[in-house]
């Protein structure tokens, strides 16, 4: 009997660990988000409430974020420097990466989402955070320059902010205002619909 027993123990031990390797290659693969309230836009820079940003930060990522300690933390930046008057911010990029559709992520990406969100016309609803820019200009592949209006010293704290996620601008380009329902970043997470 001991022996019957003793194959009944290692036969439930070998299904508890494939049951938990299988549930973390699934987990690894897919995610669903059920929310008890729906969320008003997947577009960052349109965005006020606290769920849509939230949800957004599944398909995008930033130049820079925070860690739990609140430090400022490169992302999708590797480095930046700040002019002595703290009116100018050269920003240099990782490498190789690119959007969920494919389209490189590069200084000419991180212009596109900054002439888009500090263009008044296009009325965003995060315009206010970022219309200390005066203009973002590519000085190669993976390097941008931002000048500002005015100083402010603590400007790469913004580039920190939730919103401040960069869009692939091949996507802008394929659906303009429709965005909001078609996120295309470089997050950990690919969309695929909305129910």
Not at 52 to 66: R, W
Not at 93 to 115: E, I, M, S
Request: proline fraction near 5%; avoid cysteine; glycine fraction near 4%.
């Amino acid at each position: 009997m001991p022996s019957l027993k003793l194959r009944s123990i290692i036969a439930a031990s070998a299904f508890a660990t494939l049951t938990v390797l299988s549930a973390a290659a699934h987990a690894d693969t897919t995610g669903v988000m059920a929310v008890a309230s729906t969320f008003t836009t997947m577009d960052p820079y349109d965005a006020n409430d606290t769920l849509s940003q939230a949800i957004a930060k599944s398909f995008y990522q930033g130049l820079f974020g925070f860690d739990k300690d609140m430090k400022l933390q490169n992302v999708l930046a590797t480095s930046y420097e700040a002019s002595h008057d703290a009116k100018v911010y050269t920003i240099h990029l990782r490498q190789g990466v690119k959007f969920h559709d494919g389209a490189d992520f590069n200084a000419d990406a991180v212009k596109a989402v900054f002439d888009r969100v500090t263009d008044p016309n296009n009325k965003l609803k995060r315009y206010n955070l970022f219309n200390k820019i005066e203009k973002t200009d590519v000085i190669d592949p993976y390097t941008v320059k931002i000048t500002l209006k005015i100083p402010f010293s603590a400007f790469v704290k913004v580039l920190a902010h939730p919103s401040a996620v960069m869009i692939s601008p091949t996507a802008l380009k394929k659906y303009g205002k429709d965005i909001a329902f078609h996120p295309v970043g470089t997050g950990p997470f690919e969309f695929v619909e909305w129910k």
